[in-house]
Structures are given as C-alpha cells and as structure tokens.
C-alpha cells in the first residue's frame, strides 16, 4: 500500500521559513516524478514546486527564489524548503509522486497523494 505523509506545516509570521517533509511508503522515489501543490480557502489547487525523474526542478512564478524542493533518497522522503512567507503562501500543501499523465513532456497528472498539512503564515 502506498502512501505518501506530509508534515512540517505550521504557523508563522511574515518572512518566517517552514520546511515541510513527505515521506513515501510503499513506493521509491528514485527516479520519480513529484511534486508539491498547495488549495487554499475557495481557490483552486495550484502546483508549487515539481521534481521531474531526471531531477529537473520547476517553480511556479509566485514561489520561485524563496521555496526549494528537494528529495532525500535514503529518506525516501520529498522536501520543500519555504523562505520568507507571505500571508497569500497560506494554504494546505500536499505533495504527489507517479506521473501517470504528461503534457509536452512535464507531468501533468499525478497518481499518488498525501493528506496535506496546513501551512498559515500571519502578518
């Protein structure tokens, strides 16, 4: 059984980090395609951050200089390192690995998902 568990989420001030963690079971991701979105209240799911299977990274233009995915193999664990918060990073954030549909050649559809964590960032 896969699964896939975030945590780190929290509240912060403006300009405060967090540094959230998922940590896969059941299935490795060496090699895998991941990424983290975020929902907040009464809009729509946005992708954040992605991590291709060759190890590319890509940011969504709103987070781009202050949040860093990352993976830790031996871990099997996917990161996402938030710098400098804005009130608008409020959010819950989830993570999702196994493309299992593409778009020109980025992943556009993901397989497996976490439960999310809840990330609040006060001003």
């Known amino acids: 059984q896969v699964q896939l568990v975030e945590s780190g989420g929290g509240s912060v001030q403006t300009g405060g980090s967090l540094r959230l963690s998922c940590a896969a079971s059941?299935?490795?991701?060496?090699?895998?395609?991941m990424a983290w979105f975020r929902q907040a209240p009464g809009k729509e799911r946005e992708g954040v951050a992605t991590?291709?299977?060759?190890?590319?990274?890509s940011y969504a233009d709103s987070v781009r200089g202050r949040f860093t995915i990352s993976v830790d193999n031996a871990k099997n664990t996917l990161y996402l390192q938030m710098n400098s918060l804005k009130p608008e990073d409020t959010a819950m954030y989830y993570c999702?690995?196994?493309?299992?549909?593409?778009?020109?050649?980025?992943?556009?559809?993901?397989?497996?998902w976490g439960q999310g964590t809840q990330v609040t960032v006060s001003s």
């Open positions: 999702a690995a196994r493309c299992v549909a593409s778009n020109n050649g980025l992943c556009s559809g993901y397989g497996y």
């Open positions: 059941g299935y490795s991701l060496i090699s895998a395609s």
């Open positions: 991590f291709a299977y060759d190890g590319r990274t």
